[in-house]
Nanobody, 125 residues
Framework: QVRLVESGGGSVQAGGSLRLSCTVS????????MAWFRQAPGKEREGVAG????????LYADSVKGRFTISQDNAKNTVDLQMNDLKPEDTAMYFC??????????????????WGQGTQVTVSS
């Protein structure tokens, strides 16, 4: 059984940083595509960052390029999202997701079949 648990959310002022972590059990992260998504109240879930099974396969939403970095630790079976220079519009519930894949990740929610419960990120101005 695949299980994903997010941690690291919280409240921060604009310009601050947070590091989210997704701990995966039941499947090795190195064999799957992983991604972070976020959903603000009243808005659709959007892809933020993804990492494919190729180590040079990274994908970022335009809104977070240069500020967010996704990484994975195969030994710990985790996928992290380092978020710098946070903005109020980054406020959302953040979810990690996974799917067995080969190659590049996707930022489409429909491409993933296992999800965590989410962790809240709140950025104040």
């Amino acid at each position: 059984q695949v299980r994903l648990v997010e941690s690291g959310g919280g409240s921060v002022q604009a310009g601050g940083s947070l590091r989210l972590s997704c701990t995966v059990s039941g499947y090795p992260v190195g064999s799957t595509c992983m991604a972070w998504f976020r959903q603000a109240p009243g808005k659709e879930r959007e892809g933020v960052a993804g990492i494919g099974t190729s180590r040079r396969s990274f994908l970022y939403a335009d809104s977070v390029k240069g500020r967010f970095t996704i990484s994975q630790d195969n030994a710990k079976n985790t996928v992290d999202l380092q978020m710098n220079d946070l903005k109020p519009e980054d406020t959302a519930m953040y979810f990690c997701a996974t799917v067995v894949c080969l190659g590049a990740a996707s930022l489409s929610p429909g491409a993933y079949n296992h999800w965590g419960q989410g962790t809240q990120v709140t950025v104040s101005s």
